[in-house]
């Protein structure tokens, strides 16, 4: 029998499930671990070659869908889930929501909002990463890429287009285009970075998505105070489940369900 990832001393603790990955989930995670009125454990997808440690126990690793999910949090005990991941990890926000209403467990979306256009901003909004391709044009330019390594390889369908990549870890396998630079860096970036990014390479077009919050906003401030266009990947419609936007929320919806108080 496979031994359980909670603390099994603190068997009458309500225990919570953070799906992470993310900033919040980890502010989230420090702010619950110093609570002895629970019993939290943080599972990271493992996409990441080296994630940074985390203040609770982690578990790293898919669950094996929606039924795999359910079949945890029933085996666990577990009392509530709270869906920390990055806003377009889709399928994991799905299978949380079936996970949890088939386990009969309570679901808690952590979201944070999404980046508003503002004056000066150029965007171009597009609903996938796909259509971005298209965005772009025909016409050669030179585009930052900051969407993360798993959907770069759509732009292999762009080859006229120079490319600078950024993500955590290498695109894998490598993009088969002609003139694409790779840059392996973890945010949070400040903006006169960007700016600086962006003025070495002669970025002309940045390709990014709504991925809200502070850490990567900088490359946003970046192209409006330069004038750059910005292809804007739209979220999704999140599943429609009760949510909120910070960590102080969070902690406060946490107590009202599990706290004996």
């Known amino acids: 029998m496979a031994e359980s990832l909670f603390d099994t001393s603190a068997m009458e603790k309500p225990r919570i499930l953070i799906l992470g990955g993310t900033t919040e989930a980890r502010e ?3 702010r619950l671990a110093g609570d002895t009125r629970y019993n939290t454990v943080i599972s990271l997808a493992g996409r990441t070659a080296d994630p ?37 990890a889709a399928r994991i926000s799905h299978n949380a929501a079936a996970a949890a209403m088939a386990a009969h467990v309570r679901l808690l979306a952590l979201r ?7 004056a ?12 971005a391709v298209t965005a772009l044009g025909e016409m050669p330019r030179r585009v930052f890429l900051a969407i993360g390594r798993q959907e770069a390889f759509h732009f292999e369908a762009a080859p006229q287009h120079i ?28 903006e006169t970075d960007e700016i600086d990014l962006l ?20 490359k946003i401030a970046a ?18 489940v009760p949510s909120v936007s910070d960590c102080n929320a969070a902690l406060q919806r946490i107590d009202h369900w599990l706290s004996p108080a």
Not at 57 to 85: H, N, P, S, W, Y
Not at 202 to 217: E, F, H, L, P, Q
């Open 163 to 190: 490319y600078v990549i950024r993500s955590v870890d290498p695109v894998t396998p490598p993009l088969k285009l002609p003139d694409a630079t790779a840059i392996l860096a973890t945010g949070p970036f400040a």
């Open 223 to 240: 192209a409006r105070k330069l004038g750059i266009t910005v292809i804007m990947v739209e979220r999704r419609k999140p599943a429609d």
């Open 112 to 118: 944070r909002p999404e980046w508003q256009a503002q």
């Open 28 to 30: 989230l995670a420090s």
């Open 52 to 88: 940074r440690p985390q203040p609770v126990e982690a578990r790293v690793g898919g669950f094996g869908g929606a039924e795999g999910l359910a079949d945890f949090l029933i085996a666990e005990k577990v009392a509530l889930v709270v869906d920390a991941t990055h806003p377009f």
């Open 199 to 218: 003025k070495a390479h002669r970025i002309d077009a940045i390709v990014a998505k709504n991925s809200g919050g502070a850490a990567t906003y900088g």
């Open 120 to 131: 000066g901003d150029n965007w171009t909004d597009v609903g996938s990463v796909a259509e």
